[in-house]
Nanobody, 125 residues
Framework: QVQLVESGGGLVQAGGSLRLSCTASGRTFIGYAMGWFRQAPGKEREFVAA????????IYADSVKGRFTISRDNSENTVYLQMNSLKPEDTAVYYC??????????????????WGQGTQVTVSS
C-alpha cells in the first residue's frame, strides 16, 4: 500500500512563502514522477506542478510559474513545493500524487494513481 503524507501548510499573509513536503512510504517513490494539485472550495482540483522521477524535468501551471518550485529528494522519499509570493487565490487544499509513469509529466489528475490526504494553505490579503 502506497502512503503519501503532506505537511507544511498553514496560514500566511499575501507575499509570504511556504514550503510543502510530501513523504512517501517504502520503495514506491523512486522511479515515478510526482505532482502537486490543489483544490479551492467550490472548485475542481487543478494541476500545480510535476517533476520526473530523477528531478530532471518539471512543469508548472501558468498561474504559479515563476513563484512555485517543485523539487525532490529521493534519498528521503520526499517531494517539495516551495511557494513564494503567495496570493489569496493560492488558498486551497494542496495534494501530492504519484504519477503512473517515471518520465512523462502529466497535468491530468487521472494520470496519477496514489494521492495524499492534503494540507491546507490559506493566504490572507
Amino acid at each position: 500500500q502506497v502512503q503519501l503524507v503532506e505537511s507544511g501548510g498553514g496560514l500566511v499573509q499575501a507575499g509570504g512563502s511556504l514550503r510543502l513536503s510530501c513523504t512517501a512510504s517504502g520503495r514506491t517513490f523512486i522511479g515515478y514522477a510526482m505532482g502537486w494539485f490543489r483544490q479551492a472550495p467550490g472548485k475542481e482540483r487543478e494541476f500545480v506542478a510535476a517533476i520526473t522521477w530523477n528531478g530532471g524535468g518539471t512543469i508548472y501551471a501558468d498561474s504559479v510559474k515563476g513563484r512555485f518550485t517543485i523539487s525532490r529528494d529521493n534519498s528521503e522519499n520526499t517531494v517539495y513545493l516551495q511557494m513564494n509570493s503567495l496570493k489569496p487565490e493560492d488558498t486551497a487544499v494542496y495534494y501530492c500524487a504519484r504519477d503512473r509513469t517515471p518520465t512523462i509529466l502529466h497535468k491530468t489528475a487521472g494520470d496519477y494513481d496514489y494521492w495524499g490526504q492534503g494540507t491546507q494553505v490559506t493566504v490572507s490579503s
